[in-house]
């Protein structure tokens, strides 16, 4: 059994779908599913799944996990009351939230050389699906969502660096182009990118893309790019590629800042 968290919540056992049902109990499954194996008190279930809890909103909760018991049954999977909560009782490395962190946290090491860092991240970034509990409305599954989306965003920046430190802008590129627009506020993401895109000669496309992105910010948010951004806008404009083939403390830092390293 595998539960799918980034991208919409689902349960796959072998190459079938197992059905959940309504919104709200996948809801239940993912407030449960996060902290997998573990116990998760009841209070916190009712606030992770209702922002103000309606009148008897503890039989609801009832029922949905009652439901939710009877659909993985046939998965072998149990949820069980335990500590004055309930525990969804699966190895957390069946959960993709989890193995996300856990692949994230091993390309850190001082120890794995790029090679095994690529390795690592691009296993990491093929669990992506989409936005984190899509489907999934309140604040708890909005904050998630934002917390996972940071260490993806922080992942495959750290994943790309690693590309242009083997030479492999291309794959850089490939990658990356569809993923920046729909992270217009991860500079690190962009300046990797404008890098990938210069080192394959088409500069014009990076100082393309870094216009989109100001015009974005000064549009949404009334700000300018932050000042390493800008410095390589300007790098490129002066035609000084030397320093586009080295990936910048700062946007390690930012991967680790992020959650890719912890």
């Known amino acids: 059994m595998d539960v799918r968290l980034l991208g919409p919540v689902e349960v796959t056992f072998g190459d079938r779908y197992v059905p959940l049902g309504p919104p709200q109990r996948r809801a239940v499954l993912a407030a449960l599913a996060i902290d997998a194996d573990r116990p998760v008190s009841l209070r916190t279930l009712l606030e992770r799944v209702w922002d103000d809890p309606p009148d008897r909103a503890t039989d609801s ?6 439901r939710l018991r009877q659909a993985l049954t ?39 050389d790029d090679p095994a860092r690529t390795r690592l991240l691009s296993e990491a970034m093929e669990l992506w699906h989409g936005a984190p509990l899509t489907g999934i409305p309140g604040d708890w599954a909005a904050r998630m969502r934002y917390s996972i989306e940071q260490q993806f965003v922080g992942a495959v920046v750290t994943w790309a660096q690693a590309q242009m430190r083997l030479g492999r802008p291309d794959m850089v590129v490939t990658e990356l182009t569809p993923l920046v627009p ?11 990118l404008m890098r990938g895109l210069c080192a394959l000669g088409r500069t014009a496309e990076a100082v393309a893309l870094y216009a989109h992105l100001r015009g974005y910010l000064a549009d949404h948010l009334g700000i300018e790019p932050g000042p390493e951004l800008r410095a390589l806008h300007l790098r490129i404009l002066d035609g000084n590629r030397e320093p586009l083939r080295r990936a910048g403390a700062r946007e390690l830092l930012y991967a680790q800042v992020t959650g890719s390293a912890r």
Do not use: F, M, W
């Open 74 to 112: 046939v998965t072998g999977v149990s949820i069980e009351r335990r500590g004055g909560g309930y525990v969804l009782e699966v190895e957390p490395e069946r959960v993709d939230a989890y193995r996300l962190r856990r692949l994230a946290k091993q390309a850190q090491s001082r120890a794995c």
């Open 182 to 192: 729909r992270h217009p506020l991860a500079e690190p993401l962009a300046s990797v």
């Open 61 to 66: 909760l009832y029922a949905h996990i009652a």
